[in-house]
């Protein structure tokens, strides 16, 4: 897995230049709103190229961030990449088109394995992008003794040294699994005495983040991270002494889906780029690039054996069985809302 950067806060630079076959005049653009660094920039290209069109990107760097953007009135997006449990909410409050599968060439690829446990089995709405489990990792050099649990948060010889992620699902849902909960538990009792272990945790972390834990334990300054498996394998490869594992309590594993918002203008092309990250050979190479696995049992074969045979992207049935999706929470929101926020009030 080679390390690259790619920031795409906006794609400025694929957007500014003359595609072929536009000839003068305007070409399309699609709007894409998504997570930084999650696109093979080569691949942003060649499809610019193949559709004489231009890729904008947007980012943001959770879930609530992009839906809260949308609730406040943002339009002009063609293709969003939320999780799961996030595109159930937006076709709740009907926010989606429905996938047109007859444009769709590829997508006989997607792993049915995958889609037995997704929340959108049938693609209606959604197809999945790229998965990845929760997983912690640590500094070889600097944390003795270490395992690979949730129990490392506990620490106190790493106080200062540790981040959680600024997410709900992650934080009280590892700390659910620790207790041997399903982490989309909306059982008060189990909820209470998960915040009791988020909150002991936080007392040890030098923050809740998102983003920087990336580069933080690339420099040393973090010592334990959680963090996802893309991300960190992202800097890992550059920095032999990053360890990442899945904690053995079972993790959460989320799949980003592209999905097209009810308002998008660009629909037909919107189509073909979800048609052409489908295509086993693109996301072969956007897996080898970006370090996530897609749910792609077409792409697999032609995978790297270095990347193939990663236990954390694929891993074994009998671990794989210990992983739960993120789900939608539905009524019980409102309480894991407080739960979190009883949390970082601590």
Not at 38 to 62: G, M
Not at 294 to 303: I, M, S
């Amino acid at each position: 897995m080679n390390r690259r950067h790619f920031l795409t806060t906006t794609s400025a630079a694929l957007a500014s230049s003359a595609l072929p076959g536009c000839s003068g005049k305007k070409p399309q653009t699609l709007r894409v709103y998504s997570w930084a660094d999650y696109l093979d920039p080569d691949l942003a290209e060649r499809f610019e190229k193949e559709n004489s069109c231009k890729l904008s990107i947007d980012t943001f760097d959770s879930n609530e961030a992009m839906y809260a953007k949308l609730v406040i009135g943002a339009t002009g997006y063609d293709v969003l990449v939320p999780t799961s449990y996030m595109v159930k909410t937006l076709v709740r409050e009907n926010r989606l088109l429905p996938i047109v599968q007859s444009k769709l060439t590829n997508l006989g690829h997607v792993d049915t394995q995958y889609l037995k446990r997704s929340l959108d089995p049938a693609m209606v709405h959604s197809v999945p992008y790229m998965m990845a489990p929760t997983c912690i990792a640590w500094l070889a050099s600097k944390v003795k003794d270490p395992v690979a649990s949730n129990s490392m948060f506990d620490r106190a010889d790493l106080k200062g040294r540790i981040t959680l992620l600024d997410d709900m699902h992650e934080v009280l849902g590892a700390a659910l699994r620790s207790l041997g909960f399903s982490l989309n538990s909306t059982d008060p009792a189990q909820l209470a005495k998960a915040r009791d272990v988020a909150s002991r945790w936080k007392k040890n972390i030098a923050k809740f983040d998102n983003e920087q834990y990336k580069s933080g334990i690339d420099s040393g300054e973090f010592h334990l991270v959680q963090g996802y498996a893309g991300d960190l394998f992202q800097v890992a490869d550059g920095n032999e002494d990053i360890v990442i594992k899945v904690a053995v309590e079972g993790t959460a594993f989320s799949c980003d889906d592209l999905c097209i918002p009810k308002d998008a203008t660009e629909v037909d092309l919107a189509h073909r780029f979800i048609d052409f990250l489908t295509a086993p050979e693109v996301a072969a190479q956007n897996m080898e690039y970006i370090a996530y696995r897609a749910p792609n049992a077409g792409a697999y074969p032609l995978l790297s054996e270095d990347f193939r045979g990663n236990e954390v992207l694929f891993p074994p049935e009998e671990a794989f069985a210990t992983w739960e999706p993120i789900d939608y929470l539905g009524d019980a929101l409102a309480l894991w809302t407080k739960t979190w926020d009883e949390v970082k009030a601590s």
